[in-house]
């Protein structure tokens, strides 16, 4: 059984021809005519039918022309090995928090720069496991 991630939605996506995803209530009956069974995660629901509209959802917005930006999708947690940098909206100041400046600057380098450094930052913080993964692929 694979634990789904990232990685295994972009080998679907890949391999795309077609897609059935069986609830639990049916698991049993038909693993034997399945390719690969995969897990959302190490907990309990009342149903299947949650884990496979993740399944699906995570599936079907890599498939090109579901998601209106096509550049969202390359520039997004996991994406890259990291979970992704702080997203702000206008206006620049709400609550009395500030859009940090960088990304006001216009300077596209230095805005890449922040969101690099920012995205470890925060994977650091929340998922040191993804730190310790992307080095070990090489990323």
């Known amino acids: 059984m694979l634990l789904f991630h990232h990685g295994i939605n972009k080998s679907i996506v890949l391999v795309l021809q077609s897609l059935a995803v ?11 005519f399945v390719d690969e069974e995969i897990s959302i ?22 498939i090109p022309g579901v998601v209106g930006d096509p ?4 520039y997004e947690s996991f994406s890259g090995g990291l979970l992704d ?23 596209h380098g230095k ?15 929340r998922r040191p496991d993804l730190i310790n993964k ?6």
């Open 22 to 32: 069986a609830t639990i209530i049916f698991r049993e009956r038909v693993l034997k």
């Open 41 to 62: 995660g190490d907990y309990v629901l009342t149903g299947g039918e949650i884990p496979a509209m993740v399944l699906m959802d995570a599936v079907a917005r890599l």
């Open 71 to 74: 550049t969202s999708v390359q």
């Open 85 to 107: 940098y702080p997203q702000f909206t206008r206006p620049a100041v709400w609550r009395g928090m500030k859009v940090p400046d960088v990304l006001l600057s216009g300077h």
């Open 111 to 125: 805005i890449n720069r922040w969101r690099e450094e920012e995205a470890l930052k925060r994977t650091r913080a």
């Open 134 to 139: 992307k080095s070990r692929k090489g990323y």
